[in-house]
T-cell receptor, first 112, second 112 residues
């Protein structure tokens, strides 16, 4: 099985920077994804890391350390619309193919 | 077309009913997935189809029966469900690359 852990809740101020951490323990690692999900909506893809290092995409960056089983999502210049659940998801390769398993999710609240 | 379309958006069914959830994508993705999401929880993988064949079943009860009629369609047949099966059912598709999984907006199922 896999353990994928994230903080349950975080609060940050509009315009600030926030870092959401994710730790995982798994075998057959084949990539780590970050998704954003607003209440009642589908998850939307934010970023993907398969090699160690930082991937930057506009206001969002994601970092991966495979040896430490650790990733973070960095959100800059926070906006009110960034209030949502942020899901770390690990893709593993199994005998049946790839499967994507989600972490517990972090509920981010952006305040004025 | 870069969407995954799910129908119906909402479904209320009795415990003796038989119903089906439908999912469609026209992105040429070779893998399709069913996830179940309870309130304030992350999505949980149920089934994976790869090249129209069932490749992963996450020990889902037989009252849920998936079907992949062709590479663009994925169905989930429901029979004799329990009230605890009430949840948001999400369909997703992917090419298993770096572009992530594309999720549909889900079917909100209520079993009464």
């Amino acid at each position: 099985g896999q353990n994928i852990d994230q903080p349950t809740e975080m609060t940050a101020t509009e315009g600030a920077i926030v870092q959401i951490n994710c730790t995982y323990q798994t075998s057959g690692f084949n990539g780590l994804f970050w998704y954003q999900q607003h209440a009642g909506e589908a998850p939307t893809f934010l970023s993907y890391n398969v090699l160690d290092g930082l991937e930057e995409k506009g206001r969002f960056s994601s970092f991966l350390s495979r040896s430490k089983g650790y990733s973070y999502l960095l959100l800059k210049e926070l906006q009110m619309k960034d209030s949502a659940s942020y899901l770390c998801a690990v893709r593993v390769f199994t005998g049946g193919g790839n499967k994507l398993t989600f972490g517990t999710g972090t509920q981010l609240k952006v305040e004025l | 077309d870069t969407e995954v379309t799910q129908t119906p958006k909402h479904l209320v069914m009795g415990m003796t009913n038989k119903k089906s959830l439908k999912c469609e994508q026209h992105m040429g993705h070779r893998a399709m997935y069913w996830y179940k999401q309870k309130a304030k929880k992350p999505p949980e993988l149920m089934f994976v189809y790869s090249y129209e064949k069932l490749s992963i079943n996450e020990s889902v009860p037989s009252r849920f029966s998936p079907e992949c009629p062709n590479s663009s369609l994925l169905n989930l047949h429901l029979h004799a469900l329990q009230p605890e099966d009430s949840a948001l059912y999400l369909c997703a598709s992917s090419q298993d690359g770096a572009d992530g999984y594309t999720f549909g907006s889900g079917t909100r199922l209520t079993v009464v």
